[in-house]
């Protein structure tokens, strides 16, 4: 009855793993994607970011150097070498993902899509049935209505200026603007980060939140809270910023870290009856299917937890109940993530505010410390720490850590609070001497509120 069974929009995580797993289930699958395939992670989002993020880091790898006894000369940054080797890598994962899809298959279209109804999708001006039709277009930046605000850029431009400002503002409050403030402030740029509102990263542990802040002005990073840019004007080559309390600043670069919306406009999918929220999101059941039964959504698109492991973990859910005869919801609870700033920030689970709210009386555990790293050096920076433990059951319901390496860390811990660890059952775990790691599981002192 149908050309395929599945079609899928967007070459992105979550497209890409829908479509590549459907396939080997079984079913006739193509995917339509105008552009390169990866979607925002692999071209404008995680991959280079954390590549940008590893060459702002090497100026403190160089500083303290001399304290191991490194004899180093005089250190020099070349922004179109980054550029031009991120390119390389980004062109190679390019191929690896269009390699995966075509190895099991599935036929790529490359061209934009529109949903016409239920079963049929336009692609490059020709009709398409299918059984099932799979939204996964992802999101977009967004960028504050204000005037001037042309005269700065998003995420998606950031990866490709042609030269490194010497000073730049980065307006928002959230990880994709705490990372960006962190890669320029290490990259040498003179950084602003400005945000509306009264600490960083909302819905992140409030007090980790706060010694965040602290961290990355001490390295060097200005940063403006409660602070909201009013407009922007071209001065003399510069660009001057306006904040709606009068106060102004002149700077080389402004970076729009203000938010994402899903990418869902001129799909046609509600005049084939999709129902959308109001910011565009596809809404979805607990198994990624809208409102009408023949057509699914996943990542970004659907607006639920915005990160890339999730997007392929809802599209490998998706594989498994339209082709496998398994229905399986994605599960959303405990994800740990990742931001890539300087300190890194990582988490799992509840935050203390959270847990209260869910749990009522819990138990706080935490620690902050200098790295040995740091005992020949001169840096002040200090590893933070921190356990939200149910004060009646003892599992653990969250954990929190700034310092290096804490998404590498909390990837770990994640299975532990996935599996509904307790606290003696941390505390019986023998740490590995002498790491950072090793704090999670000899932090024994409870802390006050």
């Given amino acids: 009855m149908f050309d395929y069974d599945l079609i899928t929009i967007g070459g992105g995580s979550g497209g890409v793993r829908a479509s590549r797993v459907s396939a080997t289930c079984g079913a006739r699958v193509a995917i339509a994607e105008p552009g390169r395939f990866g979607g925002t992670c692999v071209n404008v989002g995680c991959i280079p970011k954390k ?179 009013a407009r922007l004007d071209k001065e003399n080559g510069a660009l001057r910023i306006t904040y709606e309390n009068g106060s102004s600043q002149e700077v080389d670069a ?23 929220a109001a910011d565009g999101a596809v809404i979805v059941d607990r198994y990624s299917k809208s409102s009408v039964d023949s057509i699914y959504a996943v990542g970004d698109a659907t607006n639920r937890l915005n990160l890339t492991p999730v997007a392929t973990a809802e599209g490998m859910a998706l594989a498994a109940t339209l082709f496998d005869g398994v229905p399986t919801a994605p599960d959303h609870e405990n994800v740990p993530t990742a931001i890539f700033s300087n ?55 969250g954990a929190h850590m700034i310092g290096p390496d804490a998404g590498e860390i909390i990837q770990g811990i994640a299975i532990a609070v996935k599996m509904g660890a307790t606290k003696p059952q941390f505390d019986a775990t023998v740490g590995i001497h002498p790491t950072a790691a090793e704090e999670f599981v000899t932090m024994r002192e409870k802390k006050s509120r």
């Fill in 51 to 229: 590549l940008f993020a590893y060459a702002a880091h090497v100026r403190e790898e160089l500083e303290d150097a001399a304290s191991f006894g490194w004899i180093t000369g005089e250190a020099r940054f070349v922004w179109k070498t980054l550029l031009a080797n991120k390119d390389r890598e980004i062109a190679r994962l390019n191929g690896v993902y269009e390699r995966l899809l075509t190895s099991v298959g599935v036929e790529i279209l490359r061209s934009r899509a529109r949903v016409l109804d239920p079963h049929t999708v336009e692609i490059g001006g020709e009709r398409r049935t299918a059984k099932y039709i799979l939204v996964a277009t992802g999101s977009w930046p967004q960028v504050p209505a204000l005037p001037g605000s042309e005269l700065g850029f998003t995420s998606n431009e950031v990866f490709h200026l042609e030269r490194l400002p010497a000073r730049a503002l980065v307006v928002g409050g959230g990880y994709i603007a705490v990372e960006f403030a962190s890669i320029f402030n290490g990259l040498g740029v003179e950084t602003t980060l400005a945000y509306r509102g009264a600490r960083l990263l909302r819905g992140f542990d409030a007090e980790l939140c706060e010694r965040l802040a602290e961290e990355m002005g001490r390295k060097g990073v200005a940063i403006r809270l409660q602070s909201n840019p």
């Fill in 254 to 276: 402004v970076l729009f870290a203000t938010g994402r919306k899903p990418n869902t406009a001129a799909l046609g999918l509600e005049s084939a009856g999709v129902k959308l």
């Fill in 343 to 397: 300190p890194n920030f990582a988490k799992v689970g509840l935050s203390e505010p959270q847990a209260r709210e869910r749990y009522g009386a819990v138990d706080i555990y935490r620690t902050s410390f200098r790295a040995l790293k740091q005992a020949l050096g001169t840096s002040e920076e200090r590893i933070t720490m921190k356990l939200v433990v149910d004060a009646r059951t003892q599992r653990v319901l």
